[in-house]
């Protein structure tokens, strides 16, 4: 059954490639199934139906977002009137209905006109509402209330921002602030929030109000108060100086005595040592308005603070020191125990330029913790693929443990240990054919690894299925030469039991070595093959079998026993 791929709008190259590779797929995947054609039409007709869906859904997006520009036109020029009669300015613009171009342009061309309407109206709001609430706020005084009037009290009339109305506001405003009596009241008000600053803070409040102006020093002599713009400046910035002030100070004794608490913890100090600082710690979680008891923020505790603070920090820069290099420690273990490359030297220096270039050394610890925990991750991540490593290398070794013992010609003679040997090599030879099981386990779990990290898994600075394949290949060479050496050696046991059968038994006697060996063939027990235990190759021996027999191992007969046994390992 043919696969057309259909579409209301036309696909890109590469689209339609991929379009037609993946029906070509499920092609494939419905022959393999066994799938019928009226089911794949099936199929085919409800993945089409998806894909009109799809176009449907965007094709109301597109007409929900249309009608969403139209709107935004039709509320821009809706507001464009209401601002320009607000303002009471003329702005030509055309109509929406009569300008030309798509929405999008239309929006280009009223949206700069409209931000420049909006502009002109927040700067008039501003100016109304400054107007407005000094005027309110002197209606207040004159009137006897203390409340003081805020912005946030002041409601303006958005619809009537015009510059007549802002003009009749200044001239009621100027002709307000010619009444004296309310510049008393603010001087009185000024006059008792430095007194009540400068108590909690220990300052001398007569120098203070002598420097802005001596007559305001006489309390008794009421009409004698500087009332004027002046006066009344510097009280306003006096005050707004010891705010600040007020501010920094417990902001400091607030940042003290949490550091202070922090210290003790850490080095857990006793009580007595707590309690001569309990009057900075008991304000660390004060607001500003609750703190007014006498000289609570004075400047002499404020420098006692901080000479403790320097004097514990000291002794927990030393503690932290310690810490953080014990968690490099403790990182550099965790690597090491999952195989991982560690820069021990690189990554001490790296510590020590943080601390000397005046890190916060807590941070450096907190980040140390995070590496730790990050480290055990990784190690986590790494242990079964780590497991199966460990039993690769141990049937590795075991298999080249055992190629060094099947090359000792004596190794069934009688001795000690021989028995010992014996049994290893028998459990050798099962773990060994266990090997590209092994492998092939542990190839699917590394890939497995890298895919889900995307990142090679190393190992002692190198890829580990690198070295896998170069382990494969090594191993695939050494296989195919233990097979020639098999070979080898079936001909030349072939041969010598043709020589003896021709000869008698006396070849069979001759000893490895012996003077009589044909040129070119050589002693079996100097081989360059990686066993080492078989005779030269089958070309040399095919060259020299002609003239004399060849030499045969003393222990002759015990080989050709044990290669039946072995089953050709």
């Given amino acids: 059954m043919s696969i057309s791929v259909s579409s209301p709008l036309s696909l890109s190259k590469s689209a339609t490639t ?11 995947i419905w022959d393999e199934i066994g799938e019928g054609d009226s089911e794949r039409d099936r199929k085919l007709l409800q993945v089409e139906q998806e894909c009109l869906d799809i176009y449907r859904r965007n094709v109301d997006k597109e007409r929900k977002y249309k009608d969403e520009l139209h709107q935004s036109l039709a509320e821009a020029e809706a507001e464009i009137s209401e ?37 002109k109206k927040h700067e008039r709001i501003k100016e109304f509402l400054n107007i407005e609430t000094q005027i309110a706020s002197i209606c207040a005084e004159i009137a006897g209330n203390d409340r003081v009037i805020s912005p946030t009290d002041v409601q303006v009339n958005e619809q009537d921002l015009t510059a007549k109305r802002l003009g009749e506001l200044k001239l009621h405003l100027q002709e307000l602030q010619s009444e004296k009596n309310l510049r008393l009241q603010r001087v009185n008000s000024y006059m008792t929030a430095i007194h009540e600053l400068t108590v909690v803070m220990s300052l001398d409040f007569k120098k203070i109000i002598a420097n802005i102006n001596p007559s305001l020093t006489d309390h008794l002599s009421l009409q004698s108060k500087s009332i004027n713009n002046e006066t009344l400046a510097s009280l306003t910035s006096e005050v707004n100086s010891l705010k600040q002030l007020k501010q920094q100070r417990l902001e400091r004794l607030q940042n003290l005595g949490s550091s202070l608490i922090e210290l003790w913890n850490l080095m857990d100090m006793p009580m007595e040592e707590q309690l001569r600082f309990n009057h900075v710690t008991s304000v660390v979680s004060s607001s500003i308005d609750e ?28 503690k932290l020191r310690e810490l953080i290099f014990k968690r490099q420690n403790e990182v550099e273990e965790i690597y090491r125990s999952v195989h991982m490359n560690v820069d021990s030297e690189t990554a001490r220096q790296i510590l020590i330029q943080l601390m000397e270039s005046g890190s916060n050394l807590s941070d450096l610890l907190s980040s140390m913790d995070d590496q730790v925990v990050k480290a055990k991750e990784q190690a986590a991540s790494r242990k079964e693929v780590l497991d199966k490593v460990e039993k690769w290398k141990h049937a590795s070794q075991e298999e080249s443990w055992l190629d060094e013992y099947e090359k000792d ?29 092994l492998i092939e386990n542990l190839t699917a779990k590394i890939k497995a690894w890298e895919k889900e990290r995307g990142m090679p898994f190393l190992y002692h600075k190198a890829p580990l299925l690198h070295t896998l394949e170069e382990y494969i290949t090594l191993r695939q060479e050494k296989q195919e030469q233990k097979c020639r050496s098999r070979e080898q050696k079936r001909l030349q046991d072939q041969f010598a039991a043709e020589q003896e059968t021709i000869y008698g038994s006396k070849s069979a006697k001759k000893p490895l070595g ?5 040129p070119g063939t050589p002693n079996s027990r100097r081989m360059s093959t990686p066993s080492g235990r078989y005779g030269a190759s089958i070309g040399k021996e095919k060259r020299g079998s002609g003239n004399v027999g060849a030499v045969i191992p003393l222990n002759y007969v015990a080989l050709a026993k044990y290669g039946q046994k072995s089953g050709g390992l």
């Fill in 18 to 28: 991929t379009c037609g590779s993946l029906l070509q797929e499920l092609q494939e």
């Fill in 291 to 318: 703190i007014s008891r006498q000289g609570s923020l004075a400047i002499h505790i404020v420098e006692q603070a901080e000479v403790e603070v320097e004097r514990l920090s000291a002794l927990k820069t030393s």
């Fill in 83 to 119: 601002l320009v009669s607000a303002l009471g300015e003329q702005a030509s613009l055309p109509l929406c209905g009569k300008m030309k171009g798509t929405l999008k342009q239309k929006l280009a061309v009223i949206d700069p006109v409209l931000k420049d309407i909006r502009t």
């Fill in 409 to 437: 010609e004596n190794r069934y003679s009688a001795g000690k240990g021989v028995h010992i040997n014996l049994k290893r090599a028998e459990k050798a030879r099962i773990l060994v054919s266990k090997i590209p099981s």
């Fill in 514 to 518: 012996n003077a009589n060996t044909v």
